[in-house]
Antibody, heavy 127, light 107 residues
Framework: EVLLVESGGGLVQPGGSLRLSCAASGLSFSGHFMDWVRQAPGKGLEWVGRSRNSAGSPTTENAASVEGRFTISRDDSKNSLYLQMNSLKTEDTAVYYC??????????????????WGQGTLVTVSS | DIQMTQSPSSLSASVGDRVTITCRASQNIANYLNWYQQRPGKAPNLLIYTASNLQSGVPSRFSGSGSGTDFTLTISSLQPEDFATYYCQQSYSSPRTFGQGATLEIK
């Protein structure tokens, strides 16, 4: 069974920092792209960023809304994905999900899909 | 960025009804379109990938169609567990973008 377990969420003041972790088990973590997706309270899903596997380039990519503030990294030896969040704003309040992009190829074309999701961790930015 | 627009944003239906949700992309995305179901308080769950492929374990009452800019998710006969929010998502280019969601409520 594949499990993605996020941790590290909590309450932080505006301007503060937080580091989220996503521990993966049951899948070949190093071979897959892993993304962070967030959901503000009562709102829809928003892509935050991507960590590609060692064969991918660029290795990471961020949404414009978090560029320069959030950093995605991974440690394949620990089957873990991280999201370092700095200069947090109230609008960053959300449940943060890690999602496993298990791509596949058909007819010479490759596709991606969020095959696995963690349960999410809540980040609240408030004074 | 590619904008994804779903309609309707919410709908009421009864058990046994046939329901269709549409998703429109702001540019041609071929068949790079996935659908997810999200129940309250839970993580999203992959339903349909590449526009029309049913994810393993998903009931056959769910189906997807479309290509280019216009896509549909159809539930042929609603069951109580289907009342949830549904999101489309394009995987054609970065940044990945989602529709705003379509919430299916019990009439």
């Amino acid at each position: 069974e594949v499990l993605l377990v996020e941790s590290g969420g909590g309450l932080v003041q505006p301007g503060g920092s937080l580091r989220l972790s996503c521990a993966a088990s049951g899948l070949s973590f190093s071979g897959h792209f892993m993304d962070w997706v967030r959901q503000a309270p009562g709102k829809g899903l928003e892509w935050v960023g991507r960590s590609r596997n060692s064969a991918g380039s660029p290795t990471t990519e961020n949404a414009a809304s978090v560029e320069g503030r959030f950093t995605i990294s991974r440690d394949d030896s620990k089957n873990s994905l991280y999201l370092q969040m700095n200069s947090l704003k109230t609008e960053d309040t959300a449940v943060y999900y890690c999602a496993g992009d298990i791509g596949y190829c058909s007819g010479g074309t490759c596709y991606s899909r969020y095959y696995y999701w963690g349960q999410g961790t809540l980040v609240t930015v408030s004074s | 960025d590619i904008q994804m627009t779903q309609s309707p944003s919410s709908l009421s239906a009864s058990v046994g009804d046939r329901v269709t949700i549409t998703c429109r992309a702001s540019q041609n995305i071929a068949n790079y379109l996935n659908w997810y179901q999200q129940r309250p308080g839970k993580a999203p769950n992959l339903l349909i990938y590449t526009a029309s492929n049913l994810q393993s374990g998903v009931p056959s009452r769910f189906s997807g169609s479309g290509s280019g800019t216009d896509f549909t998710l159809t539930i042929s006969s609603l069951q109580p567990e289907d009342f949830a929010t549904y999101y489309c998502q394009q995987s054609y280019s970065s940044p990945r973008t989602f529709g705003q969601g379509a919430t299916l409520e019990i009439k």
